[in-house]
Structures are given as C-alpha cells and as structure tokens.
C-alpha cells in the first residue's frame, strides 16, 4: 500500500494508522470499483463541486445515461465515497449528507409495492426529482466548460494598443440650461425680497441692455457723437430707451456730455477717471 | 474630411483608448467641441463610421491584428492563430478559474436575474461569498436588483465587461446550452426542459420573462439573437 | 515561415506589448521553446527582422499609426496630425457650476451694468473672485467700465457669447421677472447634453440608468420564480 501517512496525519492513530475509518472500523483497503492511486485520493476527493457532481461522475463512470441509473447501485457507490471522505477528515459539507438521505428515501419508495389501483405514472417514478436535480446541474456544468473554452482575454484574445500622441486631457465647460439660471435668479430675489418692490422690471431690463452697450461703444480717449448712439430704425421707442440709458448713465457718473458750444454737436465720453480706475486695478493686480 | 483620413482616425482611436468604442463613442470625437462653435467640415454620420469600420476590418485580412466588433463596441485584437507567439511576450500564463467559479458564471449568465439560493439549489452546493465576490471586482456580474421576498435578496447579472472578455457581442452569442435527453413519464420535468433550458430562446417572445429584461440591459445582445437562434436552428 | 507572417507576428506583438520592443526582444519570440526541440522553420535572423519593420514602417504611411524608434526598441505610436481627434477621448467635463455663480451671472444679467458690491448687496453673501473669474474666463461676463466711488468699482455685463450660448436675441428675450416668479423646479432638456458629449461617459452602460431596469426586473423575477416553484411542486 502506497504511504499515505501524510495526508491522514491528523487522523488520531498510532503505528500503522489505517487507510481510513470506516463506522469506527479501520480501512485498509480501497473499493474495488475504486482505482484512484492512493496518494491522488484525496486531492481527487476534494474536485467534487457537491452531491450532485459525484452522482455525475458515478454514473459517467458506469456509462450510464441519468435516466438508466440503478438507485440501489449508486447509493451503495456514493455511501462508500461519503465514508471515505469521512475516514479522510474531509471537510464534508452537510449537503452530502442530505444527499444521502435523499437517496436513501428513493431506494426505500422503490421497494415499496406499488399500491393496487394506482395506475403507473400517477404516483410517478420515485427517482423523477433526483434525476430532474442531476440534468439540471449536468446542463449546467457543460455549460461552464462550453465558457470557459470561449476565447478569453489574456488567453487567447489579446488587445493591442498604441501609443497615444502628446496631448493635455480637455477639460469642456459645463452645461448649463437657461433654465437653471432663471431658478437661481427666482431664489436669490425671493430672498431679496426683489419681487414685491419692483425693483427690476421688463422695461428696465432694456434700459439696462442699452446701458451696457453704449458703456461698450464710448470710450474715455475718444468723444463719440451723441447722435451715434441712436438708431432711426428703432423708431420712437428705442429713441426713448437710448436716452434713458444715457441719462441713467450720467447720474451714475459712468458716462459725461460735452458740448463745447450752444448748438455745437454733443459728445459723450467716459470720464477721465473711470478708465484711469482700470490701468490702477491692472496695476495692483 | 475625405474617407481615407476618417478611416485613420478611426483606426488611431482605437489604437489609442483602453477599451472598446462604440460607433456613438467614435461619433463623439467628430463633434465640435463647444456646441455654440461650429464647424467646417461636417461631422461624419453613423454610416459613414460604419463604412469605415468595415474597411478597416477587411484591411486587417492581411496584418496581424483583426478589428472585432463585442459588446461595449469595436477592438484591436491580435490574430488567434498568432497568440502562439505573442503569448511568449509574457511570462506569466493567464489564470485558470476554478469549477466553482465557472459554474457560478454559467449559471448567473445562462439564467439572470438569479438569486445566490437559486444558484446552489442547482449546484447542490453553497456558493461559498469570495466566489460572488471575485466575480463582482472582475466586473463580470453585478447586482441587477433585489427580489421582493423576505430577506430581499440579491439578483446578480453578467456586465458588459463579461461579454468583452469572452469576445460575446451579446447574450446570444453564448454557446447553446445542452439538450438532455428526458424521463418518460415524467411530464413536469418536460415542461421544466421546454421552458428552462435555453433562457435565450425567451428572447423572441416579447413578453416572456428573463429574456425580455437582459435585451433592454444589453441592447447590443438583441442585434445578434435573431442571427443565432436563426443559425443553431440549422445547425 | 514567410514575410507576410514575419511581419504580421511583429506588428502583432508591437501593439499587444505594453512598452517599446527592440530587434532582440523581437527575437525571443521564434526561439524554439525548449532548446533541445527544433523547428522546421528557421527562427528569422536579425536582418529579417530589421527588414520587415521597415516594410511596416512604409506601410504605416497611409494608416492612422507609425512606427517610430525609440530608445529602448520599437513602437506603435498615433501620429501627432490626429492628436485633435484622438484627445477627446479623455476629454472631461468640469463639475457643474454652483448655485452661487448661477445667482451671480442672473443677477449680471438682469441688472448689468452692476458692481460686485451691489450683487453682494443683493445676494446678502459675499461673491468669491473666483467666481467672477470663471465667468470672465467663459466669456459670457465682461467689465464694461467703473463706477465713479472710491475704490472704483467694476461695473459687469454681459456679452454676446452669452446671448449665443443661451439662444437669446437680446436682454429682451429674457423672460419677465413675473414669469420666473412662477417657475417651477423641473429642469428642462438642456442637461441631457451633458452625458451626450462626453465620450468616456459610457452611455451604453446599463448603470446609467439603473431605476428603470429594476423596475422592469421585478414583474419578470417573480414570473421565473412562480415557474420554478410551479416546477418543483410537480416533481
């Protein structure tokens, strides 16, 4: 017998120990169905996924189909595994157990006589379940190697890649909807409490609009001929609108008239001051 | 911009990122950057992308490395037949997944939305919490949902990343599953092969239940199943 | 072995190496795996090898790649003419703006032209430069001139981009301050782009949207699971 004192260490006997424990007696010697070298036993024991997956490779062993298995036979086989398992200390998982005990109850409803009236198939065949539960998982252990044999990454596929050119990550602005700045305007005048006082209104919205133009069209080095600042084609209104701008920007000291004389054409111009405030902010900055 | 530099970029694009593209992923990188900016050039559409992409394929017939279309999108791959050397590239060989594992995969795979109860009532063994979990940081399967039974429990999926790695452009194109021949007289356990055996030939029946939901998870996997129940119903 | 295959198995191995490789190195990969086994094709010489990458080199001219030289061996490399295309796929997209900045840029809008001070007035906090900063810099906010009080403030418009960016004619097509009164806080389409242009942004990913799919798992799970249970209480 090939020394297989190493694995069954811990098995608490002394000189000699036995190949295994069988029911508290000592196991010498292997099944005979068993041809599995020794020293591999264990390891091999241990490929078992479950119950099932031993049921499989029992019947695979006997080249039987599921559906021919002898219960009888194969819960004689599948006892002796479990008992070898046992003998080895193998950490035997309660579902092996509950296995057995299927199959126990299976044989005995085979040998049970079948009531007199009960017609076959009604009752069913005893071994219906376990074979359903044993095709079920043998569909699915094929299915595992059919995946396993699919072209794996770092296998059999491999991806390839090219050096990227010199380039600095873009960083895009974010979006933004009109939408969400209105809300913010809604909350920021609702705590102001803007709503009720009328501070802004549509009409001062253009006012304001043509503020900011003529600010952008005058400058403090140049005069710009007051009359430029209208547009004909903006009829009466817009007239209306320029010049509430421009005198809106005169009490705000942002802009100044300049009329040299009587009847002479009027100027406006940024006061001297206002861009020297600018070359003083760049200055500091 | 003329087709052979479309082609170029294309071809660069793929070199150049890490993953898959998509055709609207490459669509992306002909848009203008800033939508207020407009462009000269027109930005090519989905089917000038398309053409290119398949002359790019056939222009691979003679290089070492083929254009492959999987789930998340287009890739470089080298050749099958050349991994004999360009594996040598590496010392390491590329690591074997255990039965365990690979059955687990199967099963979450071939039959999602599944439960960890329903996977090791098939396997007739519990599914010990490291092989969920390694399948989960390989990004091979995440959690779909929770079925509304008491303790709530975990219904797991595979991912993109899944289908990319076995070279599967959608669920379809996973090998068939197993006919097993069945019981006589066993009429429940016909019904149970009828329904149960292929999850993919749900797929063409609109209403039918596991099927239907991986289609809208992976809208790529419903190009291809047509083609494959089509192929293995010859086959 | 001939040269079409020679180059093929070196291009190949270019691209899946993940640094540069050098003739030797090339080399290693048609040694005969163990020394004692020979082959029937002569492992190529080294001026074959010099030779083929030459070829690829000339190859490269019309592709979207090239073969450069490097220090340490040979490598694939996207050709710099493409790096406008190609750099968008790491392009991102900066954080969202903060409500602090939507509130400075309404207000600029509505009451230009306005002094920091006056927004702050408003705001009832302080505005941080930064904020300012990054309006400027987006264009859409500009110093139109200072108000004539010590320290000189600067007085803020807004600009044309500003205008084009939201579509608007002009400062009268803003809506009326009774119409923002009676806003509601449904966000309207103009977010949507944002996922949209990004191309790393995996659109496809079915984490995306992950509200919708669980909801539509539900009905199916329970329909799979009345089958099974319906299975089992049969057999």
Same mark, same amino acid.
Request: proline share 6%; net charge negative; hydrophobic share 40%.
């Given at each position: 017998?090939v020394?297989?004192?190493?694995?069954?260490s811990?098995?608490?006997?002394?000189?000699?120990?036995?190949?295994?424990?069988?029911?508290?007696?000592?196991?010498?010697t292997?099944?005979?169905?068993?041809?599995?070298?020794?020293?591999?036993?264990?390891?091999?024991?241990?490929?078992?996924?479950?119950?099932?997956?031993?049921?499989?490779?029992?019947?695979?062993?006997?080249?039987?189909?599921i559906?021919d298995?002898?219960?009888?036979?194969i819960?004689?086989?599948?006892? *002796?595994?479990?008992?070898?398992m046992?003998g080895?200390q193998?950490?035997?998982?309660?579902?092996?157990?509950?296995?057995?005990?299927?199959?126990?109850?299976?044989k005995s409803?085979?040998?049970?006589p079948r009531?007199?009236?009960v017609?076959?198939?009604?009752?069913?065949?005893?071994?219906?379940?376990?074979?359903?539960?044993?095709?079920?998982?043998?569909?699915?252990k094929?299915?595992?190697?059919?995946?396993?044999?699919?072209?794996?990454?770092?296998? /059999?596929?491999?991806?390839?890649?090219?050096?990227?050119?010199?380039t600095? *990550?873009? +960083?895009l602005?974010p979006?933004?909807?009109?939408?969400?700045?209105?809300?913010?305007l809604?909350?920021v005048?609702?705590?102001?409490?803007m709503?009720?006082?009328?501070?802004?209104q549509?009409e001062?919205?253009?006012?304001?609009?043509?503020?900011?133009?003529?600010?952008?069209?005058?400058?403090?080095d140049?005069f710009?001929?007051?009359?430029?600042?209208?547009?004909?084609?903006?009829?009466r209104?817009?007239?209306?609108?320029t010049?509430?701008?421009?005198?809106?920007?005169?009490?705000?000291?942002?802009?100044?008239?300049?009329?040299?004389?009587?009847?002479?054409?009027?100027y406006?111009k *940024?006061?001297?001051?206002s861009?020297?405030?600018v070359?003083?902010?760049?200055?500091?900055? | 911009m003329?087709?052979?530099?479309?082609?170029?970029i294309?071809?660069?694009?793929?070199?150049?990122?890490?993953?898959?593209l998509s055709?609207?992923?490459?669509?992306?990188?002909?848009?203008?950057?800033?939508?207020?900016q407009?462009?000269?050039?027109?930005?090519?559409?989905? /089917?000038?992308?398309?053409?290119?992409?398949?002359?790019?394929?056939?222009e691979c017939?003679s290089?070492?490395?083929?254009?492959?279309e999987?789930?998340?999108g287009?890739?470089?791959?080298?050749k099958?037949?050349?991994?004999?050397w360009i594996?040598?590239?590496?010392?390491?060989?590329?690591?074997r997944?255990?039965?365990?594992?690979?059955?687990?995969l199967?099963?979450?795979?071939?039959?999602?939305?599944?439960?960890?109860?329903e996977?090791?009532?098939?396997?007739?063994?519990a599914?010990?919490?490291?092989?969920?979990?390694?399948?989960?940081?390989r990004?091979w399967? +995440?959690?779909?949902g929770?079925?509304?039974?008491?303790?709530?429990?975990?219904?797991?999926?595979?991912t993109?990343?899944?289908l990319?790695?076995f070279?599967?452009?959608g669920?379809g194109?996973?090998p068939?599953?197993?006919e097993?021949?069945?019981?006589d007289?066993?009429?429940?356990?016909?019904?149970l092969?009828?329904?149960?055996?292929n999850?993919?030939?749900?797929?063409?029946s609109? /209403?039918?239940?596991?099927g239907?939901?991986?289609?809208q998870?992976?809208?790529?996997?419903?190009?291809?199943?047509? /083609?494959?129940?089509?192929a293995?119903?010859?086959g």
């Open positions: 017998m020394n297989v004192e190493n694995e069954v811990a098995v608490p006997q002394d000189a000699a120990p036995p190949f295994a424990l069988v029911r508290g007696e000592a196991f010498n292997l099944p005979r169905d068993l041809y599995i070298p020794p020293d591999a036993l264990e390891v091999f024991l241990e490929t078992f996924e479950g119950p099932l997956d031993l049921l499989l490779y029992l019947i695979k062993r006997q080249n039987l189909e559906l298995i002898s219960v009888a036979e819960t004689r086989q599948y006892m *002796v595994y479990i008992e070898l046992k080895l193998l950490e035997l998982v309660a579902e092996y157990l509950v296995m057995a005990a299927m199959l126990a109850e299976i409803r085979m040998l049970l009531p007199p009236g017609a076959e198939g009604e009752e069913g065949d005893p071994r219906a379940e376990l074979i359903r539960r044993l095709q079920e998982y043998e569909r699915y094929r299915a595992a190697t059919d995946v396993e044999a699919l072209p794996q990454l770092g296998r /059999d596929i491999f991806t390839v890649s090219a050096e990227r050119p010199d600095q *990550v873009m +960083r602005a979006q933004v909807s009109l939408h969400e700045v209105l809300l913010a809604k909350d005048l609702t705590r102001a409490e709503f009720s006082h009328h501070h802004v549509r001062a919205l253009s006012v304001r609009e043509r503020m900011s133009n003529i600010l952008s069209a005058v400058n403090a140049n710009t001929e007051f009359t430029t600042l209208f547009t004909v084609e903006e009829g209104q817009g007239v209306v609108v010049l509430l701008a421009v005198l809106e920007l005169i009490k705000e000291s942002l802009l100044e008239l300049i009329q040299t004389d009587t009847f002479s054409p009027i406006v *940024v006061p001297r001051q861009i020297q405030g070359s003083d902010e760049f200055a500091t900055t | 003329n087709s052979q530099q479309l082609k170029n294309i071809e660069a694009a793929l070199l150049a990122a890490d993953h898959p055709v609207d992923q490459l669509a992306v990188l002909f848009m203008p950057a800033h939508p207020e407009s462009t000269e050039d027109a930005a090519p559409t989905r /089917d000038e992308l398309r053409q290119a992409l398949s002359v790019l394929q056939q017939e290089r070492g490395i083929e254009l492959k999987v789930s998340s287009y890739r470089f791959q080298v099958q037949a050349l991994a004999p594996s040598r590239l590496w010392e390491e060989r590329a690591p997944y255990s039965r365990a594992l690979l059955e687990t199967a099963l979450i795979a071939y039959r999602q939305p599944i439960t960890r109860a996977i090791e009532d098939i396997r007739g063994v599914v010990s919490s490291n092989i969920i979990k390694t399948l989960q940081e990004e399967v +995440r959690v779909l929770h079925r509304e039974v008491p303790g709530r429990p975990a219904l797991y999926g595979t993109r990343e899944f990319d790695f070279s599967l452009k669920l194109d996973l068939t599953l197993a097993i021949s069945s019981l007289g066993i009429p429940t356990q016909m019904h092969n009828q329904s149960e055996i999850p993919m030939s749900d797929n063409n609109p /209403d039918s239940n596991p239907s939901n991986i289609v998870l992976y809208p790529a996997a419903n190009d291809t199943k047509a /083609d494959t129940n089509e293995s119903a010859h």
